[in-house]
């Protein structure tokens, strides 16, 4: 321990009754692990943005109950999976400019299946492994949170696999994610999976009491394969995913958090709050500011009112024109954008903007291509670091 976190402790200890100073340890330079609970966490991801369509991306093979799910792509190396749905191959240039524009997390969607030999053991190849493990070295860089999940690949699971085999392989793999990334800081939280879980595999039948037993024990999974492996592990923030990362779904009372090892340090996972209105093209509009409402309100009473903290996942970066409302009270994409966010950041939730190449940031001039976007995640990130 250096002088400064000494000096520290003593002051601390000597003012304690007077001020109230905290006995937890200050955050440091991320480099070392700090036990911090799942609300402080959250409170400190503020804004954030997906590397979408990257390492998520893969070949699938319709279901096929194969070890991989994905088909071979060209010489088999990381960088082809990488570069197969339209990404350009991530730089630390890229990352540095999410946080200099304004975010304060990155999530790095991950399918683990990749590269992954059918010999039964579900073993993630080394060199995909590797490369993920460099992307999020590249986040950590920036100072960045960083999230990793499993991607699409929950889809195969859950649609190829009996329940109990989907169950039994999920906890298997990620309990190699978990042993690969231990030592990591408190900066670098897990999300259980993406938006998969509520499928079954064709021909099985389930009412829909039985379906959230499934998403509940794929959840359960999640975590005690995690905390299995021990060291910084026993204590990292974890985020379970929603049933479906439906809102309505998710916060039913028939989805039940997992049971934990240590206390508050779980989140929760849900998608876009105005999903419905989206598709409806009822964007900019009364309704669409009550339908944001009520899914907010929703959250707040099963979660966050219990001292759950909810991550927003995917929010839409852009509404296009023809999403929009007859007659929209906002009427420019930037303007909606802005009532999501505040709305999202208001009720304590973490926002993160879904984004593939090219679409809301530009990969390789390394900033938000819109300049309205652009100031308003500014104006944001400065009200937020205040």
Not at 333 to 346: A, G, H, I, W
Request: charged residues 25%; negative net charge; glycine residues 6%.
């Amino acid at each position: 321990m250096n002088f400064k976190k000494v000096l520290a402790l003593i002051l601390c200890a000597s003012t304690l009754a007077v001020t109230g100073c905290s006995s937890e340890p200050e955050h440091n330079d991320g480099t070392e692990f700090v036990s911090v609970s799942a609300t402080e966490v959250a409170k400190e991801m503020k804004l954030g943005i997906n590397l979408g369509n990257t390492m998520d991306s893969h070949w699938a093979f319709n279901l096929r109950p194969t070890c991989s799910g994905s088909q071979i792509i060209g010489d088999n190396t990381p960088q082809n999976y990488e570069t197969c749905w339209g990404a350009v191959v991530t730089t630390q240039e890229a990352i540095d400019g999410f946080k200099s524009e304004g975010f304060n997390t990155a999530r790095i969607p991950v399918y683990w299946g990749n590269m992954m030999e059918d010999d039964g053991t579900y073993t993630i190849n080394e060199d995909f492994m590797n490369r993920v493990e460099e992307i999020v070295k590249y986040c950590r860089n920036a100072g960045l949170y960083t999230v990793i999940n499993i991607h699409h690949y929950d889809q195969h699971l859950v649609t190829a696999f009996s329940q109990e085999e989907a169950v039994k392989i999920a906890g298997i793999v990620w309990k190699q994610i978990a042993e690969r990334f231990k030592d990591y800081s408190q900066y670098v939280v897990f999300e259980g999976y993406n938006e998969a879980l509520g499928l079954v595999r064709e021909g099985d039948t389930y009412t829909e009491e039985q379906k959230f037993e499934y998403v509940n024990q794929m959840n359960q999974a999640f975590v005690d394969a995690v905390r299995s492996t021990g060291g910084n592990n026993a204590e990292r923030v974890l985020i379970v995913s929603g049933y479906n990362t439906n809102i309505d779904l998710t916060t039913s009372d028939l989805f039940v958090m997992p049971k934990d090892t240590v206390e508050d340090r779980l989140m929760v996972s849900v998608h876009y709050v105005d999903n419905n209105m989206y598709w409806a093209k009822k964007i900019g509009g009364q309704e669409w500011l009550d339908y944001i409402d009520s899914q907010c309100e929703l959250l707040k009473k099963a979660f966050t009112d219990k001292g759950i903290p909810v991550f927003l996942g995917e929010t839409s970066a852009g509404y296009p024109d023809e999403n929009f409302t007859q007659d929209p009270i906002y009427k420019t994409s930037t303007e909606c954008l802005e009532v999501v966010l505040n709305k999202l950041l208001d009720y304590g939730f973490v926002p993160v903007i879904w984004d593939v190449n090219d679409n809301f940031y530009s990969r390789t001039e390394y900033k938000i291509k819109s300049e309205t976007d652009r100031e308003l995640i500014k104006k944001l990130s400065d009200e937020l670091n205040k």
